[in-house]
């Protein structure tokens, strides 16, 4: 009894928490667009993932670093306490979270196989000059997109290697090397395990982002610009931008009006509006960590006894 009542708190806190935390930020959204949006892309793109996974690492650290000690340390063994029928459903609703979470994550990465595997039958390695393999399949779309998590690889259509000159495949090559050097795939399949239907304009957002920060990191000068530009207007043109799953990077991609305000901020492309390399001194995070970790030393015994107060009236 005590390890079930045990688990059915925590998840029942951790289902409490991120429910909470998931409908400020989805309730807020609109308000932060507006405040972030003169960040430069990949500032934007990071802000917008830390603020989608903002409730599960806000409800994961509550309920781990405060609500299980809590429980473990100050809850009598011996005593024969029912659970209430509120913590069993919520608890139920937690494990139910998790398990959504992680059928939605398996789904994808099982259609992502099979997928990939449709596409790259009969595909042979490409020699171009690319930190990831580069794969040719006969198909002609998807014309470029990026697959695979563990062991990614780019998968290039012949006719899109027909159509685009050597200097707009370099740096549509380029814009596919930025996705896996920034682990979009990987951060795609986390935002599996954590679904949200309220979400999905935050979602949206993220995705538009990743690839404005992927077009700015592939290019260089005006010149490389306009190559970028014009291999998305080329592939754009080949049809439907088909990916074989939504845990890939493709260069177009739906939906099309996203594709041409990517096209617009190519051909306006200025140096200056190129993100500065960040100097902040590691010295401000580092002296941060050091003070919540010293104000939460010094109180973390009284916050166990106030959570477990609060999670005991939950329990009744």
């Known amino acids: 009894m005590f390890a079930l009542r045990g688990i059915s708190v925590s998840f029942s806190v951790f289902v409490i928490v991120y429910g909470v935390l998931s409908l400020a930020v989805a309730v807020s959204w609109s308000k932060i667009r507006l405040r972030i949006g003169g960040f430069a892309t990949r500032r934007l793109a990071d802000s917008l993932f830390a603020l989608r996974v903002f409730p599960l690492v806000g409800a ?168 970028l530009a014009a291999a998305l207007i080329k592939l754009a043109r080949l049809g439907p931008p088909e990916t074989p799953s939504d845990l890939t990077a493709a260069l177009v991609h739906n939906p099309v009006s996203a594709v041409n305000a990517r096209v617009g901020r190519l051909i306006a492309w200025s140096t200056e509006r190129r993100e500065a390399p960040c100097k902040r001194s590691p010295l401000y995070p580092l002296a941060a960590a050091l003070v919540t970790l010293s104000v939460l030393a010094i109180t973390y015994s009284q916050l166990l006894v106030q959570v477990h107060t609060a999670t005991e009236w939950l329990v009744r």
């Open 60 to 227: 994961a650290t509550v309920t781990l670093a405060l609500v299980v000690p809590s429980f473990l340390l100050l809850e009598p063994r011996a005593i024969d306490e029912p659970l209430g029928t509120i913590p069993l459903a919520l608890g139920s609703c937690g494990v139910l979270l998790g398990i959504l979470g992680a059928v939605t994550a398996a789904t994808a990465l099982r259609r992502a196989a099979h997928g990939i595997a449709a596409c790259t039958r009969g595909a042979q390695l490409v020699e171009l000059p690319a930190s990831v393999p580069v794969l040719r399949i006969p198909r002609p779309v998807p014309a470029m997109t990026v697959a695979g998590i563990c062991r990614p690889k780019v998968l290039l259509s012949e006719a899109a290697e027909f159509l685009l000159t050597a200097g707009e495949l370099r740096i549509a090559l380029n814009h596919e090397v930025a996705h896996v050097a920034r682990q979009d795939n990987l951060k795609k399949l986390v935002l599996r395990l954590v679904p949200f239907p309220a979400m999905r304009g935050l979602e949206a957002a993220w995705l538009e982002a990743i690839e404005m920060a992927a077009d700015d990191a592939a290019v260089s000068d005006a010149g490389e610009a306009l190559d």
